[in-house]
């Protein structure tokens, strides 16, 4: 079967890819490259042994996007990442985000109906909660007006899906993922960001390696056991496994409704300091790091409760957070040796 995965030479495309592949399917890669490089497909053929089909284009360019799904009318099912992601930037450039995001996603949804493809997997994410008045936050928690013009791109995306569904044959899953982290244990892949991160573990590897003076804590009196935010933290690995599950229950017709949704997360909640003294432990490298006023738009704290993915999908995350901070360091590693070579 061939999955089309827009954005998967990506972070968490691209993990997806390997996780596909090594399933047997066969993919074929969507991405612009404007968050990514070509490279990444070399290192997907060398853990899967496998390269994957690609094309370069802008899915929100119609023309494009609708000759691509003629010629691929074979495509099974589409797994959706291409977006612009950076909340601060949203703030500046709300446009450029709704019509990247949110264009992308119309066409895609005309490309599939034209071409009788019906399943796709969404890719959004627990910003769609912003700070829930209880916690774990389960799917059934009220979706709370967007902080930022890129979680507003997630909301409005998840209800286009929705509303498509009503008149027409496409089904979906969205699943909503809480912080992935993280990277392949080969070191093959992992997160790049471009430009200085604004994510806590790229900010912390590329803090450890010197690439940055110390990592600042963004908040140390908020109401939680050691004053900084939690969050919960999910191996990128873990969260590629649940995409190819849910394809897999889109392609088998095994849903309960046209569209269903999932929060991906681990289910246990960790503190900014836990993350930093779990990457201490497990690099060996003593972090400087200054605690710092909190940053704008951040909710306290927020996990998930799995349980409905845990049962519906059987799924479950199995990587600790050690595990997380360990790769992560891995990766950043791997770089900084291919930088020096
Ligand atoms: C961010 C996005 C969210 C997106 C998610 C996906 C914001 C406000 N939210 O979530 O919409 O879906 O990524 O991964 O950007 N931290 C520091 N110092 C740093 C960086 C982060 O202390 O240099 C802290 C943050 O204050 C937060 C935690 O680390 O408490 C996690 O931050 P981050 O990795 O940016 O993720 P979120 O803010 O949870």
């Known amino acids: 079967m061939k999955i089309l995965v827009t954005g998967g030479t990506g972070y968490i495309g691209s993990h997806t890819v390997v996780e596909l592949q090594s399933k047997g399917y066969e993919v074929i890669i969507v991405d612009d490259l404007s968050n990514s490089s070509i490279e990444v497909l070399d290192n997907i053929a060398k853990i899967s042994g496998k390269r994957p089909l690609f094309e370069k284009f802008n899915l929100v360019d119609p023309d494009k996007t609708y000759a691509f799904f003629k010629l691929h009318s074979d495509i099974s099912a589409v797994i959706h990442f291409a977006a612009h992601k950076a909340v601060g930037e949203s703030v500046e450039l ?10 992308s996603l119309v066409n895609i949804l005309q ?19 912003g700070q829930p008045d209880t916690l774990p936050v389960s799917e059934e928690t009220a979706v709370q007006k967007a902080a930022s013009p890129y979680g507003n791109t997630k909301q409005i995306c998840e209800e286009i899906i929705t509303d498509t569904s009503f008149s027409s044959n ?11 982290i993280g990277a392949h244990e080969t070191a093959l892949i992992g997160e790049l960001p471009l430009g200085v991160p604004n994510c806590l573990m790229p900010y912390i590897t590329q803090a450890a390696s010197g690439k940055r003076p110390f ?11 050691d004053g900084t935010a939690i969050r919960d933290y999910i191996h990128v690995v873990d969260l590629a496994k649940a995409h190819v599950i849910a394809v897999e229950r889109l392609c088998n017709a095994n ?6 949704t999932f929060n991906l997360g681990t289910g246990n909640g960790y503190s900014v300091l836990e993350v930093i003294k779990s990457f201490e432990k497990t690099s060996g490298v003593k972090l400087k790091y200054e605690l710092n006023d909190r940053r704008p738009g951040d909710v306290v704290k927020i996990w ?34 291919k930088i020096a070579k």
């Open 94 to 103: 709300p446009l450029m985000y709704y019509r990247n995001n949110i264009a």
């Open 111 to 129: 490309g599939m109906i034209s071409n009788n493809i019906r399943d796709i997997v969404f890719s959004s994410s627990c910003t769609v909660y």
């Open 170 to 180: 496409i089904r979906g899953i969205l699943l909503r993922y809480f912080n992935p």
């Open 215 to 225: 990592l600042r804590v963004w908040g140390h009196d908020y109401d939680t056991p």
């Open 255 to 260: 849903g309960k409704d046209k569209i269903e």
């Open 304 to 337: 998930a409760d799995t349980s409905l993915a845990n049962n519906e999908l059987g799924w479950k995350a199995e990587k600790g957070l050690d595990e997380m901070t360990d790769s992560a360091w891995k990766w950043e590693m791997a770089l900084a040796n």
